[in-house]
């Protein structure tokens, strides 16, 4: 994605796009920060592809990174900062979530166009942006009793008893085919030291020390309806404490244990409160943002 920073760069480089206060946004900020923001969805397009998506979103995204620019103003004035223990954590759970040693999480970041200290910036400003929401907004969220029933009344199709699952698994990554064979070979191994009685969590251990072995966090309960068809059925076919035969899925090879088979009712009222938390944080977040930003002298200069 280097590509942008590229383009016309000594004409555009130091463009001034915004103004908020005595602080401005350049051309080349705005579209590095969206090429952070988009990583996933740019992977695999084309130059002019990732040009004309890119040129898109460039006013809608500009509005965003005013809005953050002001709350991040107000998290200064707070006196909120960010550790570098708080961002060692926070990459630390992006290379867990992907599976990637710090050397693959190192080159990923280089393949988008970052360096290390640009991409530590923007976590920073992440977990900055958190942090100020939380203080401001989130500790002044009360959801009642009487609320959390009226929702689940005005929505009755939505929370019918759930049957679901409560189950762990071993997900042996094949990204090309060149790494099937090797999947396929630690997926005999497991089974074998499954079926000799080890604890399905000790040899999953024993695996996921080195790639492409990655274990799964537990999953609490997971309604059935939200699973593929795949995943249903294997499931369907265990009982709790047994484990399946290894499958292979989208992302690879698959060997899961269920712990249970559920149906869980306490759920529905968690999922109706986190609903109506977050309909009112998003409303507090921008009736907030909004005061912040009356507080700034603000000049957009592109146009859509």
Not at 163 to 177: P, T
Request: aromatic share 10%; charged share 35%; proline share 3%.
């Amino acid at each position: 994605m280097i590509f942008v920073v590229q383009v016309n760069a000594s004409i555009l480089l130091d463009r001034i796009v915004a103004v908020i206060g005595r602080d401005v946004i350049t051309w080349s900020e705005l579209y590095k920060s969206m090429e952070f923001e988009f990583s996933d969805r740019l992977e695999g397009m084309s130059p002019e592809e990732k040009r004309e998506f890119l040129k898109r979103y460039e006013k809608d995204y500009l509005d965003r990174m005013i809005d953050m620019k002001v709350q991040l103003k107000e998290a200064e004035k707070l006196n909120l900062t960010v550790s570098d223990s708080e961002i060692e954590q926070a990459i630390k759970s992006i290379q867990k979530k992907y599976s990637l040693t710090p050397e693959q999480f190192r080159k990923a970041i280089q393949q988008q166009g970052f360096t290390m200290k640009e991409y530590r910036k923007k976590l920073a400003e992440q977990i900055l942006l958190n942090k100020v929401q939380s203080y401001k907004i989130a500790g002044e969220i009360f959801i009642s009793e009487k609320e959390i029933d009226d929702y689940i009344k005005r929505h009755p199709e939505e929370f019918k008893t759930r049957e679901g699952y409560s189950f762990r698994q071993i997900l042996l990554r094949v990204r090309d085919e060149s790494e099937r064979t090797a999947a396929e070979n630690a997926a005999q191994r497991i089974m074998e030291l499954l079926k000799k009685g080890e604890p399905f969590d000790r040899v999953a251990e024993r695996f996921i020390k080195a790639p492409p072995a990655f274990m799964g966090k537990e999953v609490i309960f997971v309604d059935r309806n939200d699973l593929s068809e795949t995943l249903k059925k294997v499931l369907d076919s265990l009982k709790p404490g047994t484990y399946s035969e290894p499958f292979w899925t989208d992302s690879g090879l698959v060997i899961l244990y269920l712990q249970n088979k559920m149906t869980l009712k306490e759920s529905i009222r968690e999922i109706a409160r986190e609903r109506l938390r977050q309909e009112k944080f998003n409303k507090k977040l921008k009736e907030w943002v909004r005061s912040l930003r009356s507080k700034y002298y603000i000049e957009v200069k592109i146009h859509s």
